[in-house]
């Protein structure tokens, strides 16, 4: 049986590398008189839709896909989830 | 010497370092299309300035995966020169053929000048037509060109002599007055631990025809040639 997956990926700067537009958001919530807004830290969020045999599966896969491709290790960090969104029969494929 | 200019889609340079190495120093040059699986005949790859697959998602990032990449990456291998400019030089730390990354400018804005740029070392073949500590004027165009790297691997660049060019001020102080976009310990460019591959942020093709102001660029080129002149004949006379 396959099942498709549904992984929601947030890639981050790590914490070291300097944000300068998470600087310059933050000074604009500041003009906005939001003085209690601090550390703001712009990353990309990424939706994409994956086939596998389990979510064990599917998990393995995408932490290869974040590390060749998605995040630049160097420089970021990432998380996801992975949310079922249909058990597909092999015999209906 | 053979010069192939590695043609992603989105690079914009390409035909400014043909000019150079073709029409200003006789070079034999070729045009390599991203798609293309053999190099074999080429001395010297350059990746040039540009955009790169619209830099979606990181600058250099799917760059890193074309065909020709892992031709790249073997004909560094085999000790064989290697020059990424601007966006090149992004597309080479993604590839992993050199340390570190580029990130987004300190003050966001694209920076379009012309830069002092202080030479560190000459012993290598690609700054062996400069002297040590000279200041050139050279342009930078980006937008994510601030070199970035965890504590360890700058230390190790420095003790290694990896870096080759620093941004300064006009007198060559290498301080924050003279960085135009954050990079750490001013680094405009580096090379692998081999000093065969190089990149950098500043565009050398863009400083060597006089008629565009300035020709501190073309001597990176020209020392190249000199050095690989020379070592082809030693290796002529080895052979005898």
């Given at each position: 049986m396959i099942h498709k997956y549904q992984a929601r990926i947030y890639v981050t700067l790590r914490p070291s590398v300097l944000d300068p537009a998470g600087v310059a958001v933050e000074s604009g919530l500041?003009?906005?008189?939001?003085?209690?807004?601090?550390?703001?830290?712009?990353g990309k969020y990424i939706e994409l839709m994956i086939?596998?045999?389990n979510e064990e599966t599917a998990h393995e896969q995408l932490d290869r896909i974040c590390d060749q491709l998605l995040a630049n290790p160097v420089i970021e960090n990432y998380r996801f989830d992975l949310v079922e969104v249909a058990a597909l029969m092999g015999a209906l494929s | 010497m053979k010069f192939g200019i590695v043609v992603f889609p989105?690079?914009?340079?390409?035909?400014?370092?043909?000019?150079?190495t073709k029409s200003l120093l006789n070079q034999p040059t070729r045009m390599v299309w991203h798609q293309e699986t053999d190099i074999s005949d080429i001395d010297v790859v350059v990746l040039p300035?540009?955009?790169?697959?619209?830099?979606?998602?990181?600058?250099?990032?799917?760059?890193q995966f074309s065909p020709v990449m892992q031709q790249v990456v073997e004909h560094a291998k085999q000790g064989k020169f290697v020059l990424g400019i601007c966006n090149g030089f992004q597309v080479l730390t993604e590839a992993g053929l050199l340390?570190?990354?580029?990130?987004r400018n300190r003050d966001l804005h694209f920076i379009c000048d012309r830069v002092p740029i202080k030479v560190k070392r000459t012993d290598l073949p690609w700054t062996s037509a400069y002297t040590a500590g000279q200041v050139l004027t050279l342009p930078i165009a980006h937008g994510e060109g601030r070199y970035?790297?965890?504590?360890?691997?700058?230390k190790a660049l420095e003790d290694n002599g990896q870096v080759l060019f620093h941004y300064c001020t006009l007198t060559g102080e290498t301080d924050d007055t003279g960085n135009p976009n954050g990079s750490l310990n001013n680094i405009a460019g580096i090379c692998d631990r081999t000093g065969r591959v190089l990149g950098m942020m500043p565009h050398p093709e863009r400083a060597s025809d006089p008629l565009l102001g300035g020709t501190d660029g073309i001597k990176l080129f020209q020392g190249l040639l000199a050095k690989l002149a020379d070592e082809t004949l030693s290796s002529l006379s080895l052979a005898k």
């Open positions: 500041k003009q906005l008189s939001y003085d209690n807004v601090e550390q703001v830290r712009i086939s596998a045999a | 989105g690079s914009n340079c390409d035909r400014d370092v043909a000019y150079v300035g540009g955009f790169s697959y619209g830099d979606y998602l990181r600058c250099g990032a799917i760059a340390p570190g990354a580029l990130v970035y790297a965890d504590a360890d691997t700058l």
